[in-house]
């Protein structure tokens, strides 16, 4: 996983709170998926980024979540107002080329927490 | 509407032995297919792939086989080692841009 830097390692919010989630691809890479995973589940997808712009958006949940992926800096997930079902661990993967084709990349995650 | 299924969330092997990992799909658009491993309070790590117009790849100890007219798809593992004992997710995707779409994961342990 080295290369794929994601920050906090843990976040711990109370409801109502916001979480941001941050995300820096592997050097070279400008290509970024943002993937949940629930406890005893897989992978799900919920957002896809290029440089100021998103790509697929159609796994992310229409209220309080946004993804951007500025010209400078990581990409940020943003949760606002958390509720509990949010607890979940966010992984963020990179790839050099579209992902059709291309292996993606994770980092170790954000294990968040909302109490 | 699970498209990828690992319907063993959990499978032990000893050590020397082969590791067998399944996964089934139901998207007949799929033709990019991965495992990933996954250690705990870490993310996924690329194992192998596999696109449609092969039904084998060897890397090392790993072999991938898929079977095309069952959407079925497999990870050989062998000889598995203590170390391979870890969370094992396929993950299949469509041509072009589609997100990779991930199975529950099986969690295999290898017993010395």
């Known amino acids: 996983n080295a290369g794929v830097m994601q920050n906090p390692r843990h976040l711990v919010r109370r409801r109502g709170q916001e979480a941001r989630l941050r995300c820096s691809p592997m050097k070279g890479h400008s290509h970024v998926y943002w993937y949940r995973q629930l406890p005893e589940e897989g992978l799900k997808f919920m957002v896809y980024l290029q440089k100021e712009n998103i790509i697929d958006e159609s796994g992310m949940p229409k209220e309080r979540f946004s993804a951007e992926f500025p010209k400078e800096g990581p990409s940020i997930l943003r949760i606002q107002q958390v509720v509990r079902g949010d607890s979940a661990a966010y992984f963020c993967?990179?790839?050099?080329?579209?992902?059709?084709?291309?292996?993606?990349?994770f980092g170790n995650g954000t294990r968040l927490t909302v109490t | 509407d699970q498209q990828v299924k690992q319907n063993s969330p959990s499978l032990s092997v000893q050590e020397g032995r082969i590791s067998i990992l399944n996964c089934d799909y139901t998207n007949s658009m799929f033709d990019y297919f991965l495992w990933y491993k996954k250690y705990p309070a870490e993310g996924p790590t690329f194992l192998i792939s596999i696109s449609s117009i092969k039904d084998k790849n060897e890397d090392g100890r790993f072999t991938v086989f898929l079977n095309k007219s069952a959407k079925h798809l497999s990870l050989h593992i062998v000889p598995s080692q203590p170390g391979d004992s870890a969370v094992y997710f396929c993950a299949a995707s469509a041509s072009g841009n589609t997100p990779l779409v991930f199975g529950k994961g099986t969690r295999l342990s290898v017993i010395a």
């Open positions: 993967a990179s790839s050099a080329a579209v992902q059709g084709y291309s292996p993606l990349h």
